[in-house]
């Protein structure tokens, strides 16, 4: 199962891109284009996925911001255009 069919979206068929999806870095308000997927094992499940979305000046950022925390799990495409 891919946590990001659970995201609004087409019936199922994969998500879209919401139109007010914002970037998670801090004071950013560009439209986010990329799902980060993390979570913290000291309280989460081992299946469970948080997400956060980024425009591009920030994934990188936000990964290593999560990597260097072992909290990083996937970075995917946000829209169903973009993995094909």
Not at 36 to 55: D, F, S, Y
Not at 62 to 70: A, F, H, I, N, P
């Amino acid at each position: 199962m891919n946590i990001l069919d659970m995201l609004p979206g087409d019936g199922g068929q994969g998500p879209e891109q919401p139109a007010d999806a914002i970037c998670s870095r801090k004071g950013c308000r560009e439209s986010a284009t990329m799902a980060l997927l993390w979570n913290n094992p000291k309280i989460h499940t081992a299946e469970r996925r948080k997400i956060w979305v980024a425009c591009p000046g920030h994934v990188e950022w936000l990964e290593d911001y999560l990597k260097s925390r072992s909290l990083w799990k996937a970075t995917q495409p946000l829209s169903p255009k973009d993995s094909a």
